[in-house]
């Protein structure tokens, strides 16, 4: 018997869940270093390239959050706070960084 059959139907979703976040994990990190390696690879300027490495940054953190600190299984308040703090905390630093740079 091969290991998929032993393993529980939620394990296997749970193992296959994982191994997709692990992979968007590593395309989000591949990103992050590549806009952050030249500082404006885009030619966008370096307050875009800036921003989206805030972006790409809080992205990782709800990856993480959602998939390996069991997020998507918690209660919805719990979910929709720990989504609202990813997005408010990166607005926030954005704009600070907007503002401090003018």
């Known amino acids: 018997m ?3 059959i ?3 139907p939620h394990a296997r979703t749970t193992t296959a869940y994982a191994i997709g976040a692990w992979i968007m994990l590593m395309i989000l990190t591949g990103a992050t270093w590549w806009i952050g390696a030249d500082h404006d690879p885009t030619g966008l300027g370096r307050d ?3 921003i989206s490495l805030l972006v790409l ?3 990782k953190i709800y990856v993480v959050g959602h998939s390996f ?3 998507r299984e918690a209660a919805p308040w719990l979910h929709r706070t ?3 703090w990813c997005v408010g905390l990166c607005l926030t630093l954005s704009v ?3 503002c401090r740079i003018a």
């Open 6 to 8: 032993l393993l529980k």
């Open 2 to 4: 091969t290991a998929s």
């Open 57 to 59: 940054t809080f992205a």
């Open 48 to 50: 875009i390239s800036m």
């Open 96 to 98: 600070y960084y907007l």
């Open 82 to 84: 720990f989504m609202f």
């Open 69 to 71: 600190m069991e997020l």
